[in-house]
């Protein structure tokens, strides 16, 4: 993935945390549980190598949207 790749999918999980949390939907949930479930052994073992930053990308944005400052 490019850096503008990197940065549209960035941008785009931003987005749709804030509608999110704008519906009400609880994101400190959400986003732990999508990290547990990187985590988990359940994973496609293609995905495997890209978990810990697909967990850091996921906290990044959640930060974003929690605390926009």
């Known amino acids: 993935m490019n850096d503008n790749q990197a940065r549209e999918a960035r941008e785009a999980l931003i987005v749709v945390l804030s509608t999110a949390a704008s519906m009400g939907i609880d994101i400190d949930l959400l986003c732990h549980l999508s990290a547990e479930e990187l985590m988990s052994g359940d994973i496609r073992e293609d995905i495997r190598p890209f978990a810990s930053g697909a ?3 996921i906290a990044t944005c959640m ?3 929690t ?3």
């Open 55 to 57: 967990i850091y990308q």
């Open 63 to 65: 930060n974003y949207v």
């Open 67 to 69: 605390d926009p400052s």
